[in-house]
């Protein structure tokens, strides 16, 4: 490992220079024709192989339906040119909820949700020429769960030593049975929104993460390899049979979650930093047989003390400590995970992460990895909050703003650990500095009085 570091190359000569010096193998192609080449994903067809990352706002209105916020952050990512937009953590049961006003899809505010899947369609074939292809993310939080002001009710499927907080509560089997049919209603509520697709969330920790996870539960879904991936089978199955063949039923999940045997999954049992592809790849074969058709993998828990995991940084959020890595590194890990999980998945496309500390550079990054087969799409998670056209100013102007870029300072993130509503504080300051402010200054005193 190397030094961490922060951002400031001023070429793509300089950082192909930096990677060569690490001996990471990461390739930046110049040519950057593949990013507006189209590609199929289940009976549809993406316009150009850019993809939003389920990005979570913490801003829909009481009811879960899309607020003001909402709606412009999807309006900007509907001009912004993306072949695949990738809607945000949506609860499928009210308890599951990571913050009050987590979006949550029911049936009395379909309409408004069809409203707003209408909408994005409108405004992109008007912009751009074309629909994007709209998945929106089915998810259990879990561990997350703070349904009601800043009490969390963490629901967990096992007890971690390195993360509880002790007043986690073990769900029962029959309390994960239920849910298979919660996932069931959620997509049929989906299709009949509009939306293209759900995914079954099962990444950073949350509820479906972390039963991959459950090595010291018992009963159905603990132990085995068998049991501890039964939930996120079982609900693909059921969701695809629901839905139908012109619904795609997709997954982002975690390929190697970076924490100590039993609580991980993807690790070596000795060594949490090795990664042991024989349960993620798997696992991948299994989700594609029961009726995967869109997968983007990730790692890591961005709510614990190792987030460049998940999202290599120049700053981390405050009480996270410095990587004892170059972010380059950190990025070559998540590309080698991604390349693992495409291999397995055969023609089934797999969205990458990892891009957004690139900067301007991350296309040629992505144009080399899908021209390598590694992935099929590129995924902009921050970068999406700071930069929401970026796919519009390569595809027809050929390069990235360096001025509209995401610096990786972390402040969205700091705004979610502080329970409030997020997006990026540097390139939409006006909006987000305020809440900021306002949200940390809370956590402050809230901290002080415990």
């Known amino acids: 490992m190397s030094a961490h570091e922060k951002f400031g190359f001023k070429s793509l000569e300089e950082i192909r220079e930096k990677t060569q010096a690490l001996g990471l193998n990461i390739r930046y192609d110049e040519n950057l024709s593949v990013l507006g080449t189209p590609y199929r994903i289940g009976h549809l067809q993406a316009a150009n192989r850019f993809a939003v990352l389920p990005m979570e706002g913490c801003d829909s209105n009481t009811d879960g339906s899309p607020s003001k916020l909402v709606t412009d952050r999807y309006e900007k990512l509907a001009r912004g040119g993306y072949g695949l937009i990738w809607f945000e953590a949506n609860a499928i049961v009210p308890e599951g909820r990571a913050n009050e006003l987590q979006m949550m899809l029911t049936a009395s505010n379909v309409s408004k949700f069809r409203s707003l899947v209408q ?45 509880d907080r002790g007043n986690e509560v073990i769900v029962s089997d029959e309390y994960l049975d239920s849910l298979v049919q919660r996932y069931v209603i959620s997509a049929l509520l989906a299709k009949e929104a509009g939306f293209d697709g759900v995914d079954i969330k099962a990444c950073h920790r949350y509820l479906m993460s972390e039963l991959l996870a459950s090595h010291t539960r018992e009963g159905r879904y603990g132990g085995s390899y068998e049991n501890r991936s039964r939930m996120l089978l079982t609900v693909i199955r059921e969701v695809r049979k629901a839905t139908g063949d012109d619904f795609i039923v997709a997954s982002r999940f975690n390929v190697f979650d970076a924490h100590p045997y039993p609580y991980g999954f993807g690790c070596d049992h000795d060594d949490m930093w090795k990664f042991d592809p024989q349960e993620p790849v798997r696992l991948v074969k299994d989700m594609v047989k029961a009726g995967v058709g869109l997968l983007s993998n990730s790692g890591g828990n961005p709510y614990y003390i190792y987030p460049q995991v998940t999202r290599p940084f120049d700053k981390s959020s405050y009480g996270i400590p410095t990587p004892e890595e170059h972010p380059l590194e950190s990025i070559q890990r998540l590309f080698y995970l991604t390349s693992v999980v495409q291999e397995a998945a055969g023609d089934v496309p797999v969205v990458g992460n990892g891009y957004s500390w690139l900067r301007n550079f991350l296309p040629y990054a992505a144009s080399a990895n899908i021209n390598d087969g590694r992935c099929r799409f590129v995924g902009l998670g921050r970068e999406s909050f700071a930069y929401p056209d970026a796919p519009a100013d390569v595809l027809k102007k050929g390069a990235m703003d360096p001025g509209k870029c995401c610096i990786t300072c972390s402040l969205c993130t700091q705004i979610m650990r502080d329970h409030g509503t997020t997006g990026c504080v540097i390139r939409n300051n006006k909006v987000y500095m305020p809440i900021y402010k306002k949200f940390n200054a809370e956590a402050v005193e809230r901290e002080h009085r415990t």
């Open 119 to 163: 909408n994005v369609d409108s405004i992109s074939m008007k912009e751009n020429g074309f629909k994007p292809v709209k998945i929106l993310q089915l998810t259990h939080s879990g561990r997350y769960s703070r349904p009601e002001g800043h009490l969390a009710r963490p629901l967990v499927p096992q007890h971690d030593p390195y993360l």
